[in-house]
């Protein structure tokens, strides 16, 4: 199978931009799917962030995010990124990237539509 990993995680204050990066193991990999982002805080369950279509074409943002996390992808570099900006203590979480199951895919919302996960990432917003 395919390794996916995050990096880019780290300690910062409310208000900090942060991005975070996942690299693909297998060759062209992050072209040919859609991929997403998707955290889980201490006792809560995973939620969905963002996602983005196999081409880069369509993005969608669960509206906690919306208007200050950027998905955006390298496929020249294998790597799918998470820009997040005005980060907030709320955002305190294991950041997980994910591919869906099948190849070219438009980018789905729901954790069954993926297939593949990276190990997380860990970002701290303190207040």
């Known amino acids: 199978q395919v390794q996916l990993v995050e990096s880019g995680g780290g300690l910062v204050q409310a208000g900090d931009s942060l991005r975070l990066s996942c690299a693909a193991s297998?060759?062209?990999?992050?072209?040919?799917?859609?991929m997403g982002w998707f955290r889980q805080a201490p006792g809560k369950e995973r939620e969905f962030i963002a996602t983005?279509?196999?081409?880069?074409?369509?993005?969608y943002y669960a509206d906690s995010v919306k208007g200050r996390f950027t998905i955006s992808k390298n496929n020249a570099k294998n790597t799918l990124y998470l820009q997040m900006d005005s980060l907030k203590p709320e955002d305190t979480a294991t950041y997980y990237c994910?591919?869906?199951?099948?190849?070219?895919?438009?980018?789905?919302?729901?954790?069954?539509?993926?297939?593949?996960w990276g190990q997380g990432t860990q970002v701290t917003v303190s207040s």
């Open positions: 994910a591919a869906e199951k099948a190849p070219l895919g438009s980018g789905g919302r729901a954790e069954w539509q993926y297939g593949y």
């Open positions: 297998d060759q062209s990999f992050i072209r040919s799917f859609a």
């Open positions: 983005m279509s196999w081409g880069g074409g369509s993005t």
